[in-house]
């Protein structure tokens, strides 16, 4: 009889922490030469990158008879004196009023220091920020093969299929550009990290994941205003462990009365702590995040709401004027639907009906709508969806149209330097799985959308294993809790750069699809190992001689 093979659930004669960090290291090392080899690749200016870097008093070095800023990526920015935010003018190129508050600049800071280190050109290099957000890519890499509850040949599985998820054009690239969507990327890797270890088996793994989760939700939220609804789902995990269990022991809750009487402090419950502890993570990740949404002056909100009327909403009726007339706007907006308002003439755009219209404007008003013609939302879903199936950012134009009315032109940003004469707006197509694979689904709506995010939710239910509904269960359920709450604020907050604006929903829908399938496959191997396994261990009986024939 063969004897079982008992499989050692060591990952290898290393320590865990050494393997988690040649993970990590190496996770950097392919990044770098995703994005450098043999050139690098980025995503160009769409005249909008200066709200970020003002901050650092930078403006992009353009050399002679350049052409325009969006088709090309441009590495070298140099300190001028007396810029800062407060300028409202770049040369010909009027800013907004507000500009960007990041946690990006963390990022440009620890890269104008690199940027020095290195010898590049320039007051800050983007291949500099490039580097640094490869090295934080893979630590975090290195620290999901530390935390993961999984055999060493599905924790590298899961590691692999993440940096092969994020080396997607439409993520990687923002490493180097004007842009924070590689912040949120970065938040992301680091929030999954910190759920899995909210997870793990000890207390003192479960507050370093409060810890964990904490500060790098406070870095997603804050990378871009459109990641703030993400705050929700983010609160309702840390918060998990503080809700209380009615079946618990009524001498604990007796204990805890009595401590809080004589208030001794060196007495209070480990679980008050642990929801103390995650308590205080929320509330300082809420106040970082409406701090940076707070920003936004009314003006540009107004400016935002009614580009949402126009490019979005305007387009899937079938009574514009009617629709125009609810909201109080003047009548010629309908022959721009489809495109921002700016598309018309400054005249239009000052006149009394159109400033009234503007002001009037307000998430409320447009809720409110919705509620009265229910039946308009899923078309606008439908809209917002072509763009999920399209996640290449693209700058927002106006060009001409019929009648000499102007229509939205969308041209999608360039990933090429203008060296070796490259054409302009040349898109990398170098590694794309996850932009190809959504591409397949181009035409669909938002029925197909929600099969996207349902199906790996079923996949970790059918598996019904316990530490999978605890740890990536959880994981699953918070990606794809932020990825329908970031493509409802990009849906519904601006109608512009939609595409660009979805890319933290793209990845953690991916990123959802990665774990579902790595922990699927984990069960199922599993299971067949221990079937196979129960029917080894069973004794076979002993062979009876044949009896001898009747004569």
């Given at each position: 009889?063969r ?25 950097a090392v ?15 200016d ?13 403006d992009v ?11 090309y990526?441009?590495y070298?920015y140099d ?28 990022v ?9 280190v ?32 999984l ?74 205003t ?69 920003n ?41 639907a ?8 400054t ?11 503007t ?7 447009i809720?409110?709508?919705f ?13 917002v ?12 134009l ?56 349902l ?32 493509f409802?604020?990009s ?50 009986p ?10």
């Open positions: 009889m004897k079982p093979r008992i499989e050692d659930l060591r990952p290898s004669r290393l320590p865990v922490t050494v393997l988690a960090a040649a993970v990590g290291a190496g996770s392919l990044l770098m030469l995703r994005l450098f080899v043999p050139r690098p690749v980025g995503v160009a769409n005249y909008d990158g200066v709200r970020l870097m003002c901050h650092l008093g930078v070095r353009l050399p002679r008879n350049t052409p325009r800023l969006r088709d990526v441009y070298r300190h001028l004196a007396h810029f800062s935010c407060q300028r409202h003018a770049l040369g010909t190129i009027r800013l907004p009023d507000v500009p960007y508050r990041s946690s990006q600049l963390l440009l800071y620890a890269a104008r220091g690199l940027t020095r290195l010898g590049l050109p320039g007051y800050l290099d983007l291949r500099a920020v490039g580097i640094v957000c490869c090295l934080l890519i893979g630590a975090a890499v290195g620290l999901l093969y530390r935390v993961a509850t055999r060493h040949r599905y924790r590298l599985l899961v590691c692999a299929a993440v940096v092969a998820v994020v080396a997607d054009t439409v993520f990687i690239d923002y490493a180097v550009s004007p842009f924070s969507e590689i912040a949120s990327v970065i938040g992301l890797l680091y929030v999954a990290v910190g759920v899995l270890m909210l997870a793990g088996p000890s207390r003192r793994r479960r507050l370093a994941g409060i810890a964990v989760t904490g500060v790098s939700g406070l870095f997603l939220a804050t990378a871009k459109q990641n703030v609804p993400a705050v929700l789902p983010l609160a309702l995990v840390l918060l998990a462990p503080a809700v209380p269990v009615v079946s618990a022991a009524p001498e604990r809750l007796t204990q805890l009365a009595g401590l809080l009487r004589l208030h001794a402090l060196r007495g209070l419950d480990r679980r008050l702590r642990h929801r103390l502890t995650g308590l205080v993570a929320v509330v300082v990740m809420a106040a970082g995040a409406f701090a940076v949404s707070g936004e002056d009314k003006r540009t909100a107004q400016l935002t709401e009614a580009n949402f009327v126009s490019v979005t909403l305007l387009p899937t009726s079938a009574h514009p004027q009617r629709d125009l007339a609810e909201f109080g706007a003047p009548a010629w907006l309908a022959q721009y489809g495109a921002p308002p700016w598309c018309a003439p005249a239009l755009q000052d006149s009394a009906g159109y400033q009234k219209f002001k009037s404007l307000s998430h409320q008003r809720l409110g709508f509620l009265n013609h229910p039946t308009r939302l899923l078309p606008v879903l439908d809209t969806a072509g763009y999920f199936y399209e996640p290449r950012p693209t700058a927002t106006c060009g001409v149209g019929p009648h000499g009315t102007q229509v939205m032109v969308l041209p999608r940003l360039g990933n090429y330097t203008h060296l070796a004469h490259t054409p302009r707006g040349l898109q990398d197509h170098r590694w794309s799985p996850v932009t190809d694979a959504l591409g397949l689904l181009r035409g669909f709506g938002m029925g197909t959308l929600l099969l996207l995010w199906v790996p939710a079923a996949a970790v239910t059918a598996v019904r294993r316990r530490r999978a509904l605890r740890g990536v269960g959880a994981l699953l359920g918070l990606l794809l809790a932020v990825a329908v709450t970031q409802g604020a849906a519904f907050a601006d109608g512009i750069d939609t595409a660009k604006h979805l890319d933290l929903a793209v990845l953690a829908t991916a990123l959802a699809w990665v774990f579902a399938a790595v922990e699927v496959l984990a069960a199922l191997t599993t299971r067949g190992a221990r079937d196979e396994t129960g029917v080894a261990s069973i004794p076979r002993a062979t009876q001689p044949e009896s001898e024939p009747v004569r």
